[in-house]
């Protein structure tokens, strides 16, 4: 909880600052504090036309503001913007297909390793970044690691969101079981879960193939104890003590959650929340979004809080964001009109709707954004706020590249905690062929 | 130029261009040309792609370079793909022998005289109408480890158990959870084709049979099993193709989990090409199916079509 507290008020107090700086050069109205900067010249291309794929949204403003921002900048600017929303699992494909047939969209909103997969296809966001960043009070951790190639200082992204998936729990049930706050301590957090277990409220975790929230929980509880999958270098090191640590206490907490995790995917915990079946989970705001704004729910929603990952040993919160991450393909005909429309996208008349519509769900990559008023609106959202200020990532310590991104999507380390938890592999045992997988991606 | 000449009916001389036309063998490689054309470009090309890139290192967002044999070396060196292997085959196995032995006796209930007789053969039909992944999305909910339906009847209703089936969270009963799916949705195919074969069979062989004293399991035995199995041999080979290169139902339900047990070799090919990134080694265990198809349908085909078999008599 201390370590909380600071890291959050060292966090608020560095946005003040920045604020402070900014306020000078714009008006009071605006709540978003700015520098006066000159925006980067890109004159849009004559008869440009534009073409945008993203993800489908999760909550509905999602889409409708985005779309509305978007026909904004065709009224603003003349140029015609067509956006295509699909399905999150079919993004990675498409997005691959883009890359390598060198036509179709001309900007791709990706998953967060993608730009690293495709760099030397993609046109550097270098001047609309270095812009973005000095006019908005810097970037957080997350999108200067994704935005930028791998140890330069070359944009080739431009990240436009994060979203977290911190712990959600039931405050009267938390509370019921003996607990103010979601301890930050492990062994604490073990018996606050053993205790929901005992009310009948039991916490729940997803271990089966649920991409984002089975790797969510994995990845913490091998960062919470300081350990990981890739050296600096890039060489598999999760052959170590304190993987076999945080596999020795998957173990103890496994029984204390809702029986059936193993299969769960990525809706389950939000389906057994909503239907109180479980006190506490790890996921993004789309939970308490949907509950606080259905009138049957309002009530669950009125006794939900959010709280980070407990740190552990890590002392910060021993998770990532998924980072949503613009990428302006080199095949496009109007580079120009495509940054300018990003541009247009990341400026806070657009920017703050969408982030405030959302409640949050893309988290703001740009730190003045936390002054936006949606973070105050409700004080249960502030969580979120500062998701993308993580400091970790798929594949931590290493590089971000493919490898990082396979080790993900075949569940290596989901599969090694799941197969300890259950019982059916001893930790060493697990950890071998966790081990084994994750050199197969890594070999090259 | 003789402009005197007179002029004599006569058919005019062919064109090369005409005779060309005119010869069978081109008429027939002109005709076939749009059919094979459509093959050539959605059949063999994907299917030669695949082949290819089995045997490079292509991963999503670079092009690979020819490695030979090294993708299908590293898969036989991973537990994940032979593991799945074996479950593939089991799957197969055990669901087709279910869709045999339900679709069968459906069949042979079918060709009763029943009342509603064409409604209930349409009802039949119902799982396979339903596109699968529908039906699938239906069994994910019917396994739910929390609002499965059928926990809640055995626990809250009849109070028979005390705790909620985990169905998918364990591996063995993930499998049999999707094989009774798989069996469910394959039962109409094999319940139809063999009843369109029942009805093919003359009723005076069984009225012959009767008056020579047959019993039920005889006539059953005699007459219906051979004349049934150049019919029971096609949809066996189609039945056992469909379900060895299964892939929605098991993604639906369980994507491959609890901890890869339920992979089949073509979710896994998936998993490892598409969101894994890795397409060398996602085709190889895509081409790795091969073999086995070619065996079964070889089997099926040959072994279940042979006339000795089909009329009982013994080897020569």
């Not at chain 1, 600096?232 to 020795?248: F, S, Y």
């Not at chain 1, 964001?321 to 247009?344: D, Q, T, V």
């Not at chain 2, 005409?18 to 994907?46: E, S």
Request: charged fraction near 20%; hydrophobic fraction near 45%; glycine fraction near 8%.
């Amino acid at each position: 909880m201390i370590d909380r507290l600071t890291l959050r008020d060292t966090l608020i107090l560095g946005a003040g600052a920045l604020a402070a700086t900014g306020l000078a050069g714009k008006a009071a109205r605006a709540a978003i504090p700015t520098a006066d900067v000159p925006p980067p010249k890109q004159e849009p291309e004559k008869g440009a036309t534009l073409r945008v794929l993203r993800p489908s949204k999760f909550v509905d403003p999602d889409e409708t503001i985005f779309r509305a921002n978007t026909k904004a900048f065709t009224e603003a600017t003349g140029i015609p913007v067509r956006v295509d929303f699909v399905g999150w699992e079919d993004l990675r494909p498409q997005t691959a297909v883009t890359a390598n047939t060198g036509a179709g969209p001309d900007i791709v909103l990706g998953w967060p390793n993608d730009p690293h997969l495709y760099s030397d296809k993609l046109v550097s966001m270098t001047e609309l970044a270095e812009y973005l960043g000095k006019k908005y009070g810097g970037w957080y951790f997350l999108p200067e690691k994704y935005g930028k190639k791998w140890g330069t200082n070359d944009w080739i992204a431009l990240p436009m969101g994060g979203s977290t998936g911190p712990t959600v729990y039931r405050t009267s049930w938390v509370k019921e079981a003996g607990y103010d706050t979601i301890p930050a301590d492990l062994d604490k957090f073990l018996d606050l879960c053993r205790k929901l277990k005992k009310n009948g409220h039991p916490a729940g975790f997803s271990l089966g193939n649920a991409v984002g929230d089975a790797n969510g929980y994995a990845n913490w509880l091998l960062w919470a104890h300081n350990s990981y999958l890739v050296d600096e270098k890039g060489n598999v090191a999760i052959n170590r003590k304190e993987t076999i640590d945080a596999l020795k206490y998957a173990k103890e907490l496994y029984p204390n959650l809702i029986p059936g995790v193993l299969s769960w995917n990525d809706a389950s915990n939000n389906k057994a929340y909503a239907a109180e079946e479980i006190g506490l989970t790890f996921n993004g705001v789309s939970v308490y979004y949907v509950l606080k704004n259905d009138p049957k729910t309002a009530r669950i929603a009125a006794d939900t809080d959010h709280a980070p990952q407990p740190f552990g040993h890590a002392g910060k919160t021993p998770a990532s964001a998924l980072i949503l991450n613009a990428m302006l393909f080199k095949h496009s005909k109007y580079p120009n009109a495509a940054k300018e429309y990003l541009r247009f996208m990341m400026e806070q008349e657009q920017y703050d709707k969408w982030l405030t519509g959302c409640l949050g769900y893309w988290a703001q990559p740009l730190k003045a954004y936390a002054k936006s008023a949606v973070w105050t609106s409700d004080p249960k959202l502030a969580i979120y706020r500062d998701g993308c200020g993580n400091e970790f990532w798929e594949g931590y310590k290493g590089p971000i590249n493919a490898a990082a991104g396979s080790v993900t999507a075949n569940y290596v380390l989901v599969h090694m905690f799941a197969a300890v938890s259950s019982g059916q592999a001893e930790p060493e045992d697990a950890v071998r062929e966790a081990e084994r997988l994750a050199k197969r991606y890594y070999k090259s | 130029m003789d402009a005197t000449a007179s002029w004599t009916y006569q058919r005019p001389t062919q064109t090369a261009l005409g005779r060309f036309f005119d010869n069978r063998a081109v008429l027939v490689f002109f005709c076939m040309l749009p059919a094979a054309g459509l093959l050539l470009i959605f059949l063999t090309y994907p299917l030669g792609l695949g082949f290819w890139l089995a045997f490079t290192d292509t991963q999503i967002g670079r092009s690979g370079e020819w490695v030979g044999l090294e993708n299908f070396q590293s898969i036989l060196h991973d537990r994940v793909f032979l593991n799945t292997v074996w479950w593939t085959t089991f799957y197969t196995v055990v669901a087709t022998v279910g869709k045999f032995a339900l679709g069968l006796w459906l069949a042979l209930l079918l060709n009763e005289n029943l009342p509603f007789k064409s409604l209930l053969r349409a009802i039949i039909l119902l799982p396979f109408i339903v596109p699968t992944v529908l039906s699938a999305i239906a069994f994910w909910f019917l396994y739910d480890p929390q609002f499965s339906i059928i926990s809640y009847l055995l626990v809250d209703v009849l109070h028979w158990r005390d705790t909620y089936i985990d169905f998918l969270g364990n591996p063995w009963s993930a499998r049999w959870s999707l094989i009774a799916a798989n069996i469910w949705r394959g039962i109409p195919f094999v319940a139809i084709t063999l009843l369109a074969g029942l009805q093919t069979i003359s009723p005076s062989l069984y009225e012959a049979a009767l008056l020579d004293g047959a019993s039920s399991w005889q006539r059953f035995r005699r007459i219906t099993v051979p004349l049934l199995m150049p019919i029971l041999a096609v949809v066996l080979t189609f039945s056992v193709l469909f379900t060895f290169t299964d892939f929605q139902l098991v993604y639906a339900i369980t994507r491959g989990g609890p901890i890869d047990s339920t992979h089949l070799m073509a979710t896994l090919a998936f998993q490892r090409a598409i969101p894994g990134g890795q397409i060398g080694e996602g085709s190889a265990i895509a081409v790795a199916m091969i073999p086995f198809l070619i065996f079964a349908t070889l089997f099926s085909y040959f072994a279940l079509a042979r006339r000795k078999w089909q009329q009982g008599e013994g080897n020569d």
